[in-house]
């Protein structure tokens, strides 16, 4: 393949890759959230 066909596929290759990463560290801020939201429920 030339470098001008193998760029655009390493480009989205990357941003299906970050998308991935950020959907990723949402879910866990909101698992660590709800965790911290039960232990403060159950201290009360």
Do not use: Y
Not at 5 to 13: C, G, K, Q, S
Not at 28 to 41: C, I, M, N, P, Y
């Amino acid at each position: 393949m030339k470098p001008s066909r193998v760029a655009p596929l390493v480009i989205i290759l990357c941003a299906f890759s970050l998308a991935a990463c950020a959907n990723t560290v949402r879910g866990v801020g909101k698992d660590v959230r709800g965790t911290a939201q039960a232990v403060e429920d159950s201290v009360q």
